[in-house]
Structures are given as C-alpha cells and as structure tokens.
C-alpha cells in the first residue's frame, strides 16, 4: 500500500505571504496527485490536482508541484488570506487498491 | 440539492448499544467509500465499495459491517459501540475514470458520533 508523509503538521503564516505544503508518498505507480481542504467543522474538498504527466498546474492563488522522480508534490498558496485558515489533506492515488491515501493533514493559519 | 447526504449528522448513544449511519449520493458515481476521522483529525479509509461490490475492506473490527443496498447507497452499521469509535464518519463517491487517472471524492457533511 502507499505511505503518505505530508509536512509540517502546522503552519502560521501572516496574511499576504505564501504556504508551502509537502508530501512525499511510495507508490512509484501513483499517477494522480490531489489536495484537499477541510474548514472547521465542514467536510474535505478537492481544491486542485495534477496528473503524472505534468509538473505544475496553477490556480489563481493555488499551485501544485509535482516531482515524480524524488516521489513528492507540493500545495502552493500565494498571498495568503484568513479564509485560507484550514486543514489541508494531501492523497495520492493508490495504484493497487485505486483508493486515494490521505496525509496526516497540515493545520495552516493565517493571522491577519 | 445535496450531492452526498449523510444521516445523522450528530449520534449520541451509549456503549454496548448498536447503530446506523445512512449515506446516499444522487451523482450517479459507481464508487462509495466510509472514512473515519478521529481527534487528531486522521481521515482512514475504512472501506468503499463498487457497483454495490466490496472492493476495500480495511483492518476494522468485525463490529462495523457496511451494506450497498444499490450503487447510491451506502449504510454502515456499527454492532456494541465502544469509546474509541467516538470520531467524525465521512460518506464520499466518486466515479471510476477507466484509463485516465483521477478519483475525484466528494464527501458528505460527516456524522459525529459520541460514545458515552
């Protein structure tokens, strides 16, 4: 099965600077790299997602990288805002099982 | 209209009792799955199932049995709760993209269960 390492566990930042989230993972054959974001109390929502066949994809303030060789990726926020406040899940595709394998979750926090 | 709806939303009830959690998807995804979610805000995949066929079967005890009754539905019955099952039960789908990478889940609003 995959191994999922994802880090830090928190993250404070000020409002307007950039977050900087990783994971690494094991399965050499995971080809599908999403993040989601869970809000207190809410359910987890995919907020962006990269296939194997790509390094970067962007999204307004949001950016994932991808190093497939090294097996990690990484949830890229730029100009942070208070409603960035969350936890965000990073859940690479387990070839085997086609399950996702959720992260530990990374609490990110942004003071105003 | 809510995609994925679970019920109930919070469930309070003591040891040893035993209790359902009912989830339902109207997007027409063949695949369902049950996460749980402790304090630590772990999410564990606990099983999922597809086209009503059980395709992950985590290590759970034998006290959580879930049923498919048809690919919208899936329920998760738990037989003798105990204290450590007190967490946040998520619903998701998602549907199988046959040669093309990617499993988009969408979960329900999850089900906070207390053990007292």
């Known amino acids: 099965g995959e191994n999922v390492e994802q880090h830090p566990s928190t993250l404070s930042v000020q409002e307007g600077d950039s977050a900087v989230i990783k994971c690494t993972y094991s399965?050499?054959?995971?080809?599908?790299f999403p993040w989601y974001k869970q809000e207190l109390g809410k359910r987890p929502q995919l907020i962006i997602d990269?296939?194997?066949?790509?390094g970067e994809k962007k999204d307004q303030r949001i950016a994932v990288t991808l190093n497939k060789t090294a097996k990690h990726f990484s949830l890229h926020i730029t100009e942070t805002q208070p409603e960035d406040s969350a936890v965000y899940f990073c859940?690479?595709?387990?070839?085997?099982?086609?399950?996702?394998?959720f992260g530990s979750g990374t609490r990110l926090q942004v003071q105003p | 209209d809510t995609a994925v709806s679970q019920t109930p939303k919070y469930l309070v009830t003591q040891m040893g009792n035993d209790k359902s959690i009912k989830c339902e998807q109207n997007?027409?995804?063949?695949?369902m799955y049950w996460y749980k979610q402790d304090s630590k805000k772990f999410l564990k995949i606990m099983f999922s199932?597809?086209?009503?066929?059980?395709?992950i079967n985590e290590t759970v005890p034998n006290r959580f049995s879930p049923k498919s009754p048809d690919k919208a539905h899936l329920n998760l019955h738990i037989n003798s709760l105990e204290l450590g099952d007190s967490a946040v039960y998520f619903c998701?789908?998602?549907?199988?993209?046959?040669?093309?990478?990617?499993?988009?889940?969408?979960f329900g609003a999850g089900t906070r269960l207390s053990v007292l």
């Open positions: 859940a690479p595709m387990d070839t085997g099982r086609r399950a996702l394998t």
């Open positions: 199932y597809n086209n009503k066929e059980l395709i």
């Open positions: 990269i296939r194997s066949n790509v």
């Open positions: 998701a789908s998602s549907v199988t993209h046959r040669g093309l990478a990617k499993n988009i889940q969408y």
């Open positions: 399965d050499s054959a995971s080809n599908y």
């Open positions: 997007l027409g995804h063949d695949t």
